[in-house]
């Protein structure tokens, strides 16, 4: 009751006159936009709520274990580009989602009818605050920090060197200012909660408050501040993947061309020693050997991480459409704009798609690292065979060494 209530409020930052007399139970009034609406909130029009009734259970089991499984991934590969800015997603979808299951059991979910208050609902109603600000900090901090993956990335592209030498430092300082940050935005949830709670306005069949001045105006510098930054987030996300796809294309075209140009190099050289009959000095040089296994494992590591990069960022541009689009709708309803009426009936019919898709993003995140990292199942299952392999060849030459074959001789020649 609590959660639908806030998710109500939301749009409630305009002020209003009444219309009926204050004794009328419908308590009709007319906003700043001229739209009629009622203040009492009710629940009559959840027909769609099964859709998260029947989700989020698969969706909790299917995220803690493949949330858990990405973890464990990631906590082994220590030098890997992509390590803490995976690590930083996985844990905050993981947390996210038991955050989430608090608040719908606390919400009464799975509950066919309205009970009393019993001891978990009264703990629910004095804690929710707590629960609805995590969960909103979780929120902008998980798609931030995949905007700073995309960063991070791009720069690992354009600028390897400096990259390579930075890295790690500038990885762990990103997602210590997006939790900063993310902690910040979202002090509205928990102040706006607890004055409800403290004027005794959630309760079951309470008419929804008008809110003070401060109120109105701190929600709606933070409703177009939350516009803003979740539209940055995304368009970001999107042109960041865009350079980067156009980026590597052109680094393949380049790879491609590096072997015609090799051949002709070598050819130059091989005439030209020929002509003066002196050796090159390319071939008289000493031959260095290079650290061949640091470089490849490295290039597959580069490469793992903008598979997964790619993927997860389409990812999150499609479940995250309906939400960023209650935003926007939100933000467009109140004055001076007033292009929509947002209602306690639309609110509790798009609710249940929006949540599915945002448990989907939040609980399905980890299966592209899982089948398109270096670590994937398949790629495990090639390395150990590789690996058993080279054992066996490196064993052979001190197995002809310690055990040498046996000369046989022809007799008959």
Same mark, same amino acid.
């Given at each position: 009751?609590?959660?639908?209530?806030?998710?109500?409020?939301?749009?409630?930052?305009?002020?209003?006159?009444?219309?009926?007399?204050?004794?009328?139970?419908?308590?009709?009034?007319?906003?700043?936009?001229?739209?009629?609406?009622?203040?009492?909130?009710?629940?009559?029009?959840?027909?769609?709520?099964?859709?998260?009734?029947?989700?989020?259970?698969?969706?909790?089991?299917?995220?803690?274990?493949?949330?858990?499984?990405?973890?464990?991934?990631?906590?082994?590969?220590?030098?890997?580009?992509?390590?803490?800015?995976?690590?930083?997603?996985?844990?905050?979808?993981?947390?996210?989602?038991?955050?989430?299951?608090?608040?719908?059991?606390?919400?009464?979910?799975?509950?066919?009818?309205?009970?009393?208050?019993?001891?978990?609902?009264?703990?629910?109603?004095?804690?929710?605050?707590?629960?609805?600000?995590?969960?909103?900090?979780?929120?902008?901090?998980?798609?931030?920090?995949?905007?700073?993956?995309?960063?991070?990335?791009?720069?690992? *592209?354009?600028?390897?060197?400096? $990259?390579?030498?930075?890295? &790690?430092? /500038? %990885?762990?300082? +990103?997602?210590?200012? @997006?939790?900063?940050?993310?902690?910040?935005?979202?002090?509205?949830?928990?102040?706006?909660?607890?004055?409800?709670?403290?004027?005794?306005?959630?309760?079951?069949?309470?008419?929804?408050?008008?809110?003070?001045?401060?109120?109105?105006?701190?929600?709606?510098?933070?409703?177009?501040?939350?516009?803003?930054?979740?539209?940055?987030?995304?368009?970001?996300?999107?042109?960041?993947?865009?350079?980067?796809?156009?980026?590597?294309?052109?680094?393949?075209?380049?790879?491609?061309?590096?072997?015609?140009?090799?051949?002709?190099?070598?050819?130059?050289?091989?005439?030209?020693?020929?002509?003066?009959?002196?050796?090159?000095?390319?071939?008289?040089?000493? *031959?260095?050997?290079?650290?061949? $296994?640091?470089?490849?494992? &490295?290039? /597959? %590591?580069?490469? +793992?991480?903008?598979? @997964?990069?790619?993927?997860?960022?389409?990812?999150?541009?499609?479940?995250?459409?309906?939400?960023?689009?209650?935003?926007?709708?939100?933000?467009?309803?109140?004055?001076?704009?007033?292009?929509?009426?947002?209602?306690?009936?639309?609110?509790?019919?798009?609710?249940?798609?929006?949540?599915?898709?945002?448990?989907?993003?939040?609980?399905?995140?980890?299966?592209?690292?899982?089948?398109?990292?270096?670590?994937?199942?398949?790629?495990?299952?090639?390395?150990?065979?590789?690996?058993?392999?080279?054992?066996?060849?490196?064993?052979?030459?001190?197995?002809?060494?310690?055990?040498?074959?046996?000369?046989?001789?022809?007799?008959?020649?």
């Amino acid at each position: 009751m609590a959660t639908e209530l806030v998710n109500f409020l939301r749009g409630n930052v305009t002020n209003f006159t009444e219309i009926e007399p204050i004794n009328n139970p419908a308590r009709l009034v007319q906003d700043e936009c001229g739209f009629v609406r009622g203040l009492r909130f009710t629940r009559e029009h959840r027909d769609w709520i099964w859709i998260t009734r029947v989700s989020f259970p698969l969706f909790l089991v299917v995220g803690t274990l493949g949330n858990g499984l990405a973890i464990v991934n990631v906590c082994g590969d220590r030098r890997g580009p992509k390590r803490t800015f995976l690590l930083g997603l996985f844990i905050t979808d993981l947390w996210f989602l038991w955050n989430r299951l608090i608040i719908q059991i606390g919400s009464r979910l799975w509950d066919g009818a309205a009970r009393g208050p019993d001891l978990y609902g009264y703990f629910y109603k004095v804690t929710a605050g707590i629960w609805l600000y995590l969960e909103s900090v979780l929120f902008f901090a998980s798609q931030w920090t995949l905007m700073a993956f995309c960063v991070d990335r791009y720069l690992a *592209i354009r600028c390897p060197l400096h $990259h390579r030498t930075n890295y &790690r430092r /500038n %990885s762990l300082f +990103a997602v210590a200012f @997006i939790f900063v940050c993310s902690a910040v935005n979202a002090l509205n949830v928990p102040v706006f909660y607890y004055w409800m709670l403290g004027n005794d306005f959630l309760a079951p069949g309470a008419v929804v408050p008008q809110f003070p001045k401060v109120f109105q105006q701190w929600r709606r510098m933070e409703m177009w501040w939350e516009v803003f930054v979740r539209l940055l987030a995304y368009v970001g996300t999107a042109t960041l993947n865009m350079l980067i796809i156009a980026r590597l294309h052109q680094s393949n075209i380049q790879v491609d061309r590096a072997p015609i140009i090799r051949t002709m190099t070598a050819a130059t050289d091989s005439s030209g020693s020929r002509a003066t009959n002196k050796p090159s000095a390319k071939h008289g040089a000493p *031959i260095i050997p290079r650290p061949r $296994h640091s470089l490849v494992r &490295r290039t /597959n %590591s580069s490469q +793992a991480a903008n598979k @997964i990069l790619i993927a997860s960022s389409f990812f999150f541009l499609l479940t995250q459409s309906l939400d960023f689009g209650m935003s926007v709708l939100l933000a467009f309803s109140q004055a001076p704009i007033c292009l929509f009426q947002i209602t306690n009936t639309f609110l509790q019919v798009y609710d249940p798609f929006r949540a599915f898709l945002v448990n989907m993003y939040f609980a399905c995140g980890f299966m592209f690292y899982l089948c398109c990292g270096e670590q994937s199942l398949r790629g495990l299952f090639v390395s150990s065979r590789v690996k058993r392999l080279s054992v066996v060849e490196s064993l052979i030459p001190m197995a002809e060494m310690r055990f040498p074959l046996p000369i046989i001789v022809n007799r008959s020649m």
